[in-house]
């Protein structure tokens, strides 16, 4: 396809542009625009030619190059021609990316520093987990590097010595403080959850990496952007209790720590969810909860079943509204962590292990979609924007006329 003219390129087009003050723009290459400006007093002494870019930290910059060759032949110098404007307006930018090159180089500690600090006034809900992922698996390493000076082999390398390290360390998730315990790197498990772990951690790095490079503080992207995940590192079994094993949880559980398994199960809510809810997220009328803060960002209603609704009405009955709905045994509101170790003594009154609470999101999703419930329902109880993540974990729980079909003709010993 031909490329389009620009309306800056000859006299004839320029001269049928309206006399204005604000100029017309092209961009002639990356970064760099050009402008003409007709100026309504011009008085046939023709327009003038603009060059703008932007600076490292963002701001707009903006310089005049030249009389444009409309009422007088060009002299390359005062007077330039189309072609001449845009040489102009490219070695401008180059001035400025000199000037760039001379301040201090950007290193991957700074670019991630910078990157949070953006993100957490944007609002990002996933900050503190991905600021625990890079001090514990990208600042000890490539932290002090710069960015620069980054290569395609090195973050792969970076990348793959996640996996292949024979030591894991461990006192809980990103500790700082640590014991090392070996691996057994045969174990296929052991490596999909090791190159799981470090897809995750790459996506944080490219994530701050291409901040950087979007706001201009470095200039080529190749090192990063050309290093690839893992495949296939994402494991669709997940686990989630019968509803034996559900009944057998709540059963052998008491006091808050009850009323949060019991929030959980009734309502597919992320624990942190569950600690911010107050009283006045509670709707007596509708019978729901509000979700005000989640991980996707989206506020949600979640409506209860009979026995959820008596649990939040007991919980917000006769408490202020700014008051917290769930709270431990101290009468002060959950936090992080706080919950594991009556969540332990529990599973094992309940004679359950390997189970997270977590997963009782899981089991609300898993039961739901047994039940006959659409995906797109589910989807939408959970928070998700779109039903990828339903049909990744639960859609073969789904009742299935190809499934009963095949139950029902198969051969059968």
Known sequence: MAQRRSNLASKTSRAMLPASDTPEWEVISPGVRLGYRRGRGTHGRGGSWLGASRATDGKRLQTKLGRADDAAPADGADILTHEQAK???RAWVKTLSAGAEAAPALTVNAALDKYFEARTAEGMKSVDDAKSRAAFHIRSKLGNAKVADLTIEKIRSWRDGMVSAQKRRRTGKFAEKVNSVTVDLTDPEVIRRRRDTANRTLTTLKAALNWAFNNRLVSDDTAWRLVRPYRGTTAARIRFLTPAEQKALVAASNGSIRDLVSAA?????????LARLRVTDYDAVNKSVFVAESKSGKPRHIPLPAGGAELFERLAQGRGGNEPLLTQHSGVEWAKAVYHRPWKALLKQARLSDVTLHELRHTYASTMVRNGAPLIVVAQALGHSDTRM???????LAPSYVADTIRRLAPDI
């Open 87 to 89: 040489a102009a307006a």
């Open 265 to 273: 199960l009734v309502t597919g809510a992320r624990f942190s969810e």
């Open 390 to 396: 339903v049909e990744k974990h639960y859609a073969h």
